[in-house]
């Protein structure tokens, strides 16, 4: 660690990693409910269990791209953060009220939660993944503005590098796009199209500057390359990011209400959506081939090279498997969909933070890597997610064609429950495949608390 | 890659592309608010009856567990074509006002909301508009 304010993002990332902690639980009932219809019914349904489930997945990932900011900025502008204290701030309000969010979906009634919240004043609760009460979107949004002037105040006085400035660019994005979660017409036509201004051009679009640029600061670190290749690389892969993901926003413009110009435009540019991400894997494999020293972290290095793999195979190969407007007549809003979203955000934003947080966290604990032992045992618990999160998708995937074939396709289709009791068998593996996910989790955790020999930073 | 292309070609080959493909983005959403009115039956958000209903239908979560014309969650059955598929407004309320409060063992089951008549009414009302919406023939049959 190069300057002491680059240590507030330990907080940032430790909270990470409980919140994700919390997501795998509530995964966990989400998934058996699917097969045990009334467990946990009607103290905590289904929807309840979801929103802390995908709530608290975006919470941790902002949290940890929030981390990453504030170590890899300072790093990159060789100047120490505008101010530690805001961002210490930042962390415990933002902390709090997700934590808040939280207890409100799980102890009261999400009507009453809404009546609380003065939702009533402007409603903008109820929608997918922002379900979060009015209050709690107003306090995101001061967060990231108090958050972005830190870290612009820093850039501006220091260094500019490709690197601080993709990922500027990535993080004003996320704030501007958010303010359309605001936006909520009655015309449910044009809810939905504006919704997607959140929701895809986050995913598909910012979000992925944000992941470009971190894992371009992981690759230099740990592999010495030059800053002008790594760079270069990172610059071309952010276009075709943008170039193919913002006409692709049209892949889900299909099927809503929205003209069908969409059908073609967003069939052919979202089915260009996988390039960037192959450009990712070549990019980390290529930068470790040619790496000019031998980092200790192996850990680290093999998160970097598992976000390219995992986030092309997730979001590339399985989100081209249904984006074509003719397959996706049948698929959309099945099974298929969510086996693309479980390995899609598990290999692109899962892993680049678990890469960051394996290369820094070391760092700010003052050794230039974990012990051996430490290792091998976020070793295991990487092999043990990402087999887990393939096999979830695997299972997730079969029970998805099914559901297409017996609701949809056959000659005598079945209603919706019927068809979910035949591919109940597939929602178990998924179960146990979850199970094994969590086994992973917790090493995981469990090796930050290993000691051994470690050499010091 | 070779030398001659350098990272500042790359820097505005990144700026040049995405200011492009967002105006063309732009002009498209313009083209597409100016289509939607003869596809999306805007003349039923007349009757308030429809938008008390989408309020009620955020308020209490139906997307985290139903799908609305293909987007929410899939524990679920989709409720963009429901009033088709169960024939009317008046079965939709039936089957909403019917659900056991304890759940059925060891099935899914939707909880009992206690909603009033008006605000079963709301629902339906709707439920019924976007039941309306010209989705380009989706769902592919009744069962959504």
Not at chain 1, 26 to 32: D, K, N, P, T, W
Not at chain 2, 51 to 75: M, P, Q
Request: proline share 4%.
């Amino acid at each position: 660690m190069q300057y002491s304010s680059q240590a507030v993002a330990k907080p940032y990332f430790i909270a990470a990693i409980a919140l994700f902690v919390a997501q795998i639980l509530f995964g966990l009932i989400m998934g058996l409910q699917y097969v045990w219809g009334d467990f946990l019914f009607p103290h905590i349904p289904f929807n309840v269990a979801r929103m802390v489930h995908t709530n608290a997945l975006i919470v941790w990932l902002l949290m940890g791209f929030m981390g990453a900011a504030y170590y890899l900025v300072p790093e990159e502008s060789e100047t120490e953060l505008y101010s530690p204290k805001l961002a210490i701030a930042l962390f415990w309000i933002f902390l709090i009220a997700a934590a808040l969010t939280v207890v409100g979906y799980l102890a009261v009634p999400y009507a009453t939660l809404a009546e609380m919240t003065g939702n009533d004043l402007l409603p903008t609760m109820g929608r997918e993944f922002l379900e979060q009460p009015l209050i709690t979107k107003g306090g995101i949004v001061v967060v990231a503005l108090a958050f972005l002037f830190n870290i612009t105040m820093t850039v501006l006085k220091g260094r500019k590098t490709a690197i601080n400035t993709v990922l500027l660019v990535g993080l004003w994005g996320l704030a501007l796009f958010f303010l359309f979660s605001f936006v909520n017409p009655h015309n449910v036509v044009r809810d939905k199209f504006y919704w997607w201004w959140v929701v895809h051009l986050w995913v598909e679009g910012v979000w992925e500057l944000i992941l470009g640029a971190i894992l371009a600061f992981v690759l230099i670190k740990i592999t010495g390359v030059d800053r002008e290749v790594i760079e270069k690389w990172l610059y071309v892969i952010i276009t075709l990011t943008l170039v193919t993901g913002i006409l692709g926003t049209g892949h889900h413009y299909f099927w809503i209400g929205t003209p069908e110009f969409w059908q073609l435009i967003g069939s052919v540019f979202s089915a260009l959506e996988p390039i960037p991400f192959f450009a990712m894997t070549l990019f980390a494999f290529n930068m470790v081939r040619r790496r000019r020293r031998d980092h200790p972290n192996k850990a680290a290095t093999l998160w970097a090279l598992g976000t390219g793999v995992m986030a092309f195979l997730g979001a590339g190969v399985w989100g081209f498997l249904h984006t074509l407007a003719p397959v996706n007549y049948y698929t959309h809003g099945t099974q298929i969909t969510a086996a693309h979203g479980h390995m899609a955000f598990y290999g692109a934003y899962v892993m680049v933070n678990l890469a960051i947080i394996s290369y820094a966290m070391p760092l700010m604990r003052g050794r230039a890597a974990n012990s051996n032992k430490a290792q091998v045992a976020e070793i295991w618990a990487f092999w043990l997610m990402t087999v887990s999160i393939v096999l979830i998708t695997l299972f997730l995937t079969a029970a998805g064609i099914l559901q297409v074939w017996l609701q949809r396709l056959s000659d005598n289709p079945l209603p919706f429950m019927v068809a979910q009791d035949q591919v109940s068998l597939f929602y178990w593996m998924r179960e146990w495949s979850g199970l094994v996910f969590l086994i992973g989790l917790v090493i995981y955790v469990w090796s930050f608390f290993i000691r051994g020999e470690e050499k010091a930073a | 890659m070779s030398s001659s292309f350098t990272t500042a070609t790359a820097r505005n080959m990144f700026y040049g592309g995405t200011l492009f493909f967002l105006l063309v983005f732009l002009a498209l959403t313009y083209q597409t608010e100016r289509s939607i009115p003869q596809r999306d039956r805007h003349e039923m958000l007349a009757d308030p009856k429809v938008v008390a209903g989408k309020k009620l239908w955020e308020t209490n979560n139906c997307i985290g567990c139903h799908t609305l014309l293909g987007e929410g969650a899939y524990f679920a059955p989709e409720l963009g074509n429901v009033v088709k598929r169960l024939g009317s407004e008046e079965a939709v309320k039936a089957f909403i006002q019917s659900r056991p409060k304890e759940g059925i063992p060891g099935r899914r089951s939707m909880p009992q909301f206690n909603f009033t008549d008006q605000q079963l009414d709301e629902i339906a009302a709707f439920l019924n508009y976007v039941s309306q919406i010209d989705t380009a023939q989706w769902p592919p049959n009744i069962q959504g």
